[in-house]
């Protein structure tokens, strides 16, 4: 149950719906008639949660670009640029087990704790740069550290937005919450590599730790809604297993969980973590270079999050997550061939809208049909999805330093289009519709 303030009538309505797909409390639901692009924000916990996942994203982002270039001066080598990518998502493998433990306790509570541990972590490394101690060994053992807050950070978002916000605007939601994300690398791919040419590694870090302090303060309006369970009562090892059962019986869940797996693994690694290289190498750019990349992309993925938005609901989002991943393959290859910012940054807008289409519905196939008492487990699980992004990460990195940028991309996505065609083949019920819940 929401936190503030219902009733205990509102809370025996609320517990008898858990078992419905994407229940929430009867308090926070809109009348169909009010529904705009932006009804989401009528939600006051909503309104909260975006502002400070907001700041979160903006210091992650500027941790990214800042990093990125920090690793790709210091050694010279596309692998590490990849292998540090690749450890900003260490904590995929342990996102399953926080999910469980969001199904037990505080959502909100865990939120502002991972957050707070990513501000600790992005202090020491201001403490490092500083002094003038930061060697690139440093910053690969805090991006480890940093990865676990992140991927946890991801789990809980997602669950709370399913939590507080009422079905019938679950894209409006998605749309806007991607927004923040897509914001975000716009404020730090701008701000980090200004901040980074003119003052220092030092300086740049001092806005990536006011970010985080800023979101944990602005989180503390999130509402949280009340576990099914204590964590007293909480079998990490049966509610996990329970967790996947779920996913495994689930129609739906399946094949999404292929198509996350797949498009981290050969489509994100590109502007998850290798634009550092494609900057250097293929445009000759600094680092500026790289943030005005980085900003075209985003703001091509900010276009796509608030056009999903404004559609409030969508009937068949499975059918344009499909139709969209096969485009953003193609604008891949195309980049791949790609020599010039004339023709690059346009095809990185284009890459950046065709993400926000598919992960937004995406995300709300998921939240559709999952239940609200498997709902940490189920987006802690779709985490190890994630996984396949250092995967690619590393992979990528090895593939660019050993036949180069375009043979590396060009292979990526020539295989993830095959792949997404098999699981057509595999799950038609992509193509042709899920069947829906019984309530609407």
Known sequence: MVADGSESSSTERSENRISEPAAVP??????????????????????????????????????????????LVATDSPFLVGVLAALRFSGTLTAP????????????VMLLGLRTGAGLSALALLLLAAFNLIEPWHVFVIAGISGFFRSADNVLRQALIADTVPREILMNASGLARTTQDSARIVGALLGA???????????YV?????????????????????????????PITDLKDGVKYMMESPVI????????????????????????????VYGSDENGLGRLVATFAIGALVGSLA?????????????????????????IVFAGSKSNAVGLPLLALIGASISFSMISMSVVLMTFTKFEMRGRVMGVRMLAVYGLPVGLVVGGWLIERYGVQAAITGFAVGGLIATGLAAIRWPALLTGFTRPERE
């Open 308 to 332: 999903m938005a404004a559609l409030v609901k969508s009937r068949r989002p499975e059918r344009v997550m499909m139709f969209v991943i096969v485009i953003w393959y193609v604008l891949l």
């Open 254 to 281: 399946q094949p999404i969980m292929f198509l996350a797996f797949l498009v981290n693994l050969t489509a994100f690694p590109l502007t998850n973590g290798l634009l550092p290289v494609v900057a250097r190498d």
């Open 207 to 235: 806005g990536v730790t006011f970010f985080y302090a800023a979101s944990v303060l602005v989180g503390l309006g999130i509402s949280s809604i009340r576990p099914v369970a204590a964590i007293a009562h909480m079998n």
């Open 194 to 204: 200004a901040l980074l040419s003119q003052l220092g590694l030092g300086w740049a």
């Open 97 to 108: 087990i926080v999910g469980v433990i969001a199904d037990r306790m505080s959502r909100k």
């Open 26 to 71: 009867p308090e926070i639901r809109l009348p169909r008639a009010k529904v705009t692009p932006f009804a989401a924000f009528r939600i006051r916990s909503f309104r909260f949660q975006w502002s400070a996942d907001a700041m979160t994203t903006w210091g992650s982002e500027m941790e990214t670009l800042i990093l990125g270039w920090y690793i």
